[in-house]
């Protein structure tokens, strides 16, 4: 079993920040890629930002130079510093892990549960 943990979610203004971040546990015998998504309502999920287990990221273009993606690996944990949000940035959040399991020959993605963040004034 895995679980993903997300948190760090909230109602802010226009132009203020959050920082919400996601723990993976369970028998997890390495992680590859780690990453977030987000659903706003009546749209399909989009990719937010990605990081490799080597630290290589990528990013919508709706959010470069706003967030920024990390991960801890000795914490199986990873991180979204989201700056300046914007209306546009409402939605739901979801974090998002490729990992191999112990006695697996495979690796699969697994998601978290979500978390609200909601940017109005």
């Known amino acids: 079993q895995v679980q993903l943990v997300e948190s760090g979610g909230g109602l802010v203004q226009p132009g203020e920040s959050l920082r919400l971040s996601c723990a993976a546990s369970g028998r997890i015998f390495s992680i590859n890629s780690m990453g977030w998504y987000r659903q706003a309502p009546g749209k399909e999920r989009e990719l937010v930002a990605t990081i490799t287990s080597g630290g290589i990221t990528n990013y919508v273009d709706s959010v470069k130079g706003r967030f920024t993606i990390s991960r801890d690996n000795a914490k199986n944990t990873v991180y979204l510093q989201m700056n300046n949000l914007k209306p546009d940035d409402t939605a739901v959040y979801y974090c998002?892990?490729?990992?191999?399991?112990?006695?697996?020959?495979?690796?699969?993605?697994?998601w978290g549960q979500g978390t609200q963040v909601t940017v109005s004034s």
């Open positions: 998002n892990a490729n990992l191999r399991l112990y006695l697996r020959l495979t690796s699969d993605d697994y």
